[in-house]
């Protein structure tokens, strides 16, 4: 009954978060790369994106890609 019980709560957590939805992006900053700007480097895809300072790359770029 436990194991029915574990089961059913792994399949709400995968359809919660949907993993093959979140192709999470792991942006690393890299200010050395711009002098009037912040490069922000996937470490995941490889995607690049410059940035003014203080913002931020909402989602990965390795979906325009494909
Ligand atoms: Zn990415």
Known sequence: MFIILG???VFIVILILKPWE???CAW???RRALVNGVLHV???CGA???LPP???PRRCMAQDRS
């Open 54 to 56: 203080g913002k931020k």
């Open 48 to 50: 690049e994106m410059a």
């Open 28 to 30: 690393r900053e890299d």
């Open 7 to 9: 089961l059913i709560v």
């Open 42 to 44: 996937c470490v995941t």
């Open 22 to 24: 979140q192709r999470a």
